[in-house]
T-cell receptor, first 110, second 114 residues
Framework: SQQGEEDPQALSIQEGENATMNCSYKTSINNLQWYRQNSGRGLVHLILIRSNEREKHSGRLRVTLDTSKKSSSLLITASRAADTASYFCAVMDSNYQLIWGAGTKLIIKP | EAQVTQNPRYLITVTGKKLTVTCSQNMNHEYMSWYRQDPGLGLRQIYYSMNVEVTDKGDVPEGYKVSRKEKRNFPLILESPSPNQTSLYFC?????????????FGSGTRLTVV
């Protein structure tokens, strides 16, 4: 069953702006992961945040996790055309199963 | 190069004709999994394997079979494909789920069943 839910479903911004995507979930988790998928291609792992972590950075990516609200956000700073892709959150539950959301489609306009 | 290799990349077949999609990883990963991706539905897990000779059903296993005879290979078998199995399929692997690492995905297999 799908428990990760991304918001918004689609986001279109100008190059150079920041993009924020949110993910909500229902179960208790071991960790939460974010992936990027370019059109029709395989998913690429971006960042993993453990349940006892609140914030994590990787280059232009910043992920926050609020376990009390069962939510996470992915911030991409100074967006580039190459960031155009779909972004998925996936939560790993207590049985080590990864549960996926339906994704946010991000379009960066030049 | 560390990777998950799926073959074929594209496949068009007819209803009822058995097919196999291969998946191989060169990272000595214990965990492997198959997903299907359909528009608006995100990724749905078909089968997964925690290690050699250990396989379990995911969310949508009906109409599929898998095997894990060797650590590196995890083929997906459709014994009698039907049009509702038309989809984009991904194989993924991870060192071990308990090590809490991200998954490495293959490039995908776009299957059309007519």
């Amino acid at each position: 069953s799908q428990q990760g839910e991304e918001d918004p479903q689609a986001l279109s911004i100008q190059e150079g702006e920041n993009a924020t995507m949110n993910c909500s979930y229902k179960t208790s988790i071991n960790n939460l992961q974010w992936y990027r998928q370019n059109s029709g291609r395989g998913l690429v792992h971006l960042i993993l945040i453990r349940s006892n972590e609140r914030e994590k950075h990787s280059g232009r990516l910043r992920v926050t996790l609020d376990t009390s609200k069962k939510s996470s956000s992915l911030l991409i700073t100074a967006s580039r055309a190459a960031d155009t892709a779909s972004y998925f959150c996936a939560v790993m539950d207590s049985n080590y199963q990864l549960i996926w959301g339906a994704g946010t489609k991000l379009i960066i306009k030049p | 190069e560390a990777q998950v290799t799926q073959n074929p990349r594209y496949l068009i077949t007819v209803t009822g004709k058995k097919l196999t999609v291969t998946c191989s990883q060169n990272m000595n990963h214990e965990y492997m999994s198959w997903y299907r991706q359909d528009p608006g539905l995100g990724l749905r897990q078909i089968y997964y394997s925690m290690n050699v000779e250990v396989t379990d059903k995911g969310d949508v296993p009906e109409g599929y079979k898998v095997s894990r005879k060797e650590k590196r290979n995890f083929p997906l078998i459709l014994e009698s494909p039907s049009p509702n199995q038309t989809s984009l399929y991904f194989c993924a692997s991870s060192l071990s789920v308990q090590f809490l690492r991200g998954y490495t995905f293959g490039s995908g297999t776009r299957l059309t069943v007519v």
